[in-house]
């Protein structure tokens, strides 16, 4: 079946620090993967995606990877703001799947 | 464009009592929507979601239900609330057929006392 697993947080950074927020997956066939931010006391925004193995998907400075032969897509950020502070979930949908299967989120908090 | 709204945004409830929450989708035809349900400090877990109308598919057994009256109206209710009930309700819609992403409402957090 689908499942996600992403690194437990909260994931606290100085300023202009490197992020990399750690998303492994199961799924049936060829899974779509994404990386979806919450701020707080809002629903969920897409940040990036990719559909097929070796894609990178990019937005706002983040890249992740879609790595098949680890069945992996880590986040990555070469400097996070304080703007950035927000809950962030991975997610895939299988071949033939209708929903995504979300991870359980990690919070980051990035310090001034 | 397409948009996505769902209200009421807050919710304070009484156990044992009734829910609705509705969400409404513009800007698009034939979307499949879902119900996601997000327990404090907890992941996404997928309620219900429907390809069309009066068509409803439930992951998980529990006392809520959702209904589809219109191609773009997705009304998620329950009969009597429980105090787990409490937490943050999203709607979500997605093309048919499509294996791309989800796209999100406001969301609706409920609070059952």
Redesign the interface.
Known sequence: GNSVTQMEGPVTLSEEAFLTINCTYTATGYP?L?W?VQYP??????LL?A?KADDKGSNKGFEATYRKETTSFHLEKGSVQVSDSAVY?CAN?G?GR????????TRLQVQP | SQTIHQWPATLVQPVGSPLSLECTVEGTSNPNLYWYRQAAGRGLQLLFYSVGIGQISSEVPQNLSASRPQDRQFILSSKKLLLSDSGFYLCAWGLAGDTGELFFGEGSRLTVL
């Open positions: 779509s994404f979806y006391g809002e629903g969920l925004q897409l995606k559909t979930f949908r071949t209708r929903a995504l299967t979300f991870g359980s989120g």
